[in-house]
């Protein structure tokens, strides 16, 4: 029998109040994406219905069906990797997307949008080949590059740690972009004040909240994975 979102969801808090109390942080400034893209729209209402106000889909076709269940209730993000030519389809249904990568992809989110789109900027700190987003030594400069857009509003940065057991590798990839986001900040930019990290998943959001995440993506240990 699967279990609860609720009773997950139960867990999951008390990890990162567990992780704030060790760094002297306020569990409140942590916020909980139920990823959903593994999952029915049913499951989806079930992490709603459990309190989870912030929703995660990283394609077009899963945000959309959740969308056509559950309307604009929750806090949409886009976490995934997103094609230019699809930003028209999920627009208007996002409060957040999380993979800002690229000038076109700017230009293509300005161009649909008619108010500014909080954007994290997808940063991969780690240098993997796998990994999507912009290496660390690009992102002043991609973000001075943004200056002319004006629905574009850099909200914070985001990134993956490796896949690995060694906790400094992950721990270390999270440290690398809390440094990006204070040199951002740095600028004082007010279309782009990059005062939020996402970053930290089911396998490593207590190191991320350790590290000064203020959302974690969270998909398995929170709502499972159905197919």
């Not at 230009?107 to 700190?125: A, D, L």
């Amino acid at each position: 029998m699967e279990v609860k979102v609720s009773e997950n969801l139960t867990i999951i808090r008390q990890n990162i109040e567990q992780a704030c109390k060790r760094t002297g942080r306020n569990s409140s400034e942590v916020k909980i994406i139920a990823v959903t893209k593994y999952v029915t729209a049913e499951r989806a209402k079930e992490a709603f219905d459990a309190g989870i106000i912030h929703l995660g889909e990283n394609r077009d076709e899963g945000l959309i069906e959740k969308w056509n269940s559950l309307g604009d209730r929750p806090t949409w993000h886009f976490i995934g990797t997103l094609q230019s030519r699809k930003v028209k389809n999920i627009i208007d249904k996002v409060s957040y997307i999380h993979s800002l990568d690229r000038i076109s992809l700017a230009r293509e989110i300005n161009k649909r949008s008619t108010e500014r789109i909080p954007c994290f900027i997808q940063v991969n700190v780690s240098k993997e080949e796998s990994k999507h987003g912009i290496s660390a030594a690009s992102v002043l400069d991609f973000i001075q590059e943004l200056k002319s857009f004006e629905h574009i509003y850099i909200v914070g940065l985001m990134t993956m740690a490796p896949l690995t057991d060694d906790e400094t590798v992950i721990r270390n990839t999270f440290r690398g972009l809390k440094q990006l986001q204070q040199e951002v900040q740095a600028l004082n930019l007010d279309y782009a004040p990059c005062q939020e990290l996402s970053m930290g998943m089911s396998n490593d959001y207590e190191i991320a909240v350790e590290e000064g995440a203020t959302f974690i993506r969270i998909g398995t240990s929170l709502v499972g994975r159905e197919f």
